[in-house]
C-alpha cells in the first residue's frame, strides 16, 4: 500500500507523522471519506468542497488547492492500481507542541490513503439492519459543529460503541433538543405514506451520498421534505434507512426492538438503492 504523506507517496509502514502532531494530539484536522467506483472517483468536487469547508470553519489553511488535491487523491489509486476503493484525504493542524494553541503548528500535515472496499454491510443491504437509539447525544451546532467532518469523532464512537453493547448494527443519534439527528456515520430518513422525511441538516452531517440520494428521489418523483422528528417518527415509520460514502444506502429494519414497516427493506429504500447503484456507475472523474 502507497501513501500520499506531504508529497510524497511512501510505502504504509515509512508513512508516519509526528507525536506532536496536534491531529494524533488533540483531533485537530479534517478529512473525507470518498469513493471510486470503476476507474472513476464519485462526486469529487463536493468531497473537496466539504473538506475545504471544515477546515476554513476550524481555521485550517489546506496548504495545497484543491486541483492538486485531486490530482494527489488519484495519483495515490494510480500508484495503488485501484479502481475501485474508498479513500481518505486528511488534513491535520501539524506538528506543534503540547499545548493548544494552533498558532504553535506552522504547517499543516496532508495525508491521503486509499484502500479497497466492498459493501459496507455485506448481506445486510438485502435482510436489513438493527438499529438502537443511543443515550450519547449528538454534538450541538453551538459547541462542535457536526457539519465539520473534523478528526475529534469521539461522538461518534461512544455512540457506537453504546449500540455495540445494545446488539445494533447502527446507532442512531438525537441531539440535545430531542429531535432526530444522524447514525454514527451516516443520514437518515424516515419513509412514511410514500413521503421521505430526513432531518435539516444543521445537527448532522451535509452528506454527500445525501445529495445524491435526494437528486435520485426528485428524479424519481419521490417527495422529500426536512423537518425535525422524534422517536414517534422512527417506531411508527413504514421504512427506514440510512445513506453515507462508506454505507452507501442502507435500509434498517429493526429499531429498538419494534420492526419497522414489515421488517423487511422497503420499496422506496429499495428504488433509491438502485437508482443511487446506477448514479455511481454513470458519474465521476476518471483516475486516469
Keep these: 500500500m502507497i501513501i500520499y504523506l506531504d508529497g510524497a507517496f511512501l510505502p504504509k509502514e515509512e508513512a508516519k507523522v509526528s507525536v506532536f502532531d496536534h491531529g494524533l494530539l488533540y483531533g485537530d484536522g479534517v478529512f ?3 469513493r471510486a467506483y470503476n476507474g472513476r472517483i ?8 466539504r473538506l475545504y469547508d471544515s ?15 485531486a490530482e494527489a487523491i488519484a495519483e495515490t ?9 474508498y479513500i481518505r484525504p486528511i488534513v491535520t493542524r501539524g506538528i506543534g507542541d503540547l499545548g493548544l494553541d494552533p498558532r504553535k503548528c506552522p504547517k499543516p500535515t496532508v495525508i491521503i490513503i486509499a484502500v479497497e472496499w466492498g459493501a459496507m454491510y ?3 443491504y438485502e435482510k436489513g439492519l438493527t438499529g438502537v437509539t443511543v443515550s450519547i447525544r449528538r454534538n450541538p ?9 473534523s478528526l475529534n469523532y469521539l461522538n461518534n464512537i461512544l455512540a457506537k460503541i453504546e449500540a455495540n453493547y445494545k446488539g445494533g448494527d447502527e446507532a442512531i443519534f438525537f441531539d440535545t433538543n430531542g429531535y432526530l439527528s444522524e447514525g454514527s456515520g451516516d443520514n437518515i430518513y424516515v419513509v412514511k405514506n410514500g413521503v421521505i422525511v430526513t432531518p435539516p441538516t444543521l445537527n448532522n452531517l451535509r452528506g454527500v451520498t445525501r445529495l445524491v440520494v435526494l437528486e435520485c428521489a426528485a428524479d424519481l418523483g419521490i417527495t422529500v421534505l426536512e423537518r425535525n422528528m422524534g422517536y414517534f417518527d ?20 429493526v429499531i429498538d426492538g419494534r420492526s419497522i414497516g414489515n421488517g423487511r427493506p422497503g420499496p422506496i429504500t429499495r428504488q433509491l438503492t438502485s437508482a443511487f447503484k446506477t448514479a455511481t456507475e454513470q458519474s465521476g472523474k476518471p483516475i486516469n
Design 234 to 253: 422512527l417506531y411508527s415509520a413504514d421504512e427506514v434507512f440510512v445513506t453515507g460514502t462508506a454505507a452507501e444506502v442502507a435500509p434498517i429494519v
Design 122 to 124: 455485506g448481506d445486510l
Design 141 to 149: 451546532a453551538d459547541a462542535l459543529p457536526p457539519n465539520v467532518k
Design 42 to 49: 464519485f462526486r469529487l468536487e463536493e468531497h473537496l468542497d
Design 32 to 34: 473525507e471519506g470518498v
Design 55 to 69: 477546515a476554513k470553519t476550524i481555521d485550517l489553511a489546506v496548504p495545497i488547492t484543491k486541483a492538486e488535491m
Design 77 to 85: 489509486l494510480r500508484r495503488n492500481n485501484l479502481r475501485d476503493a
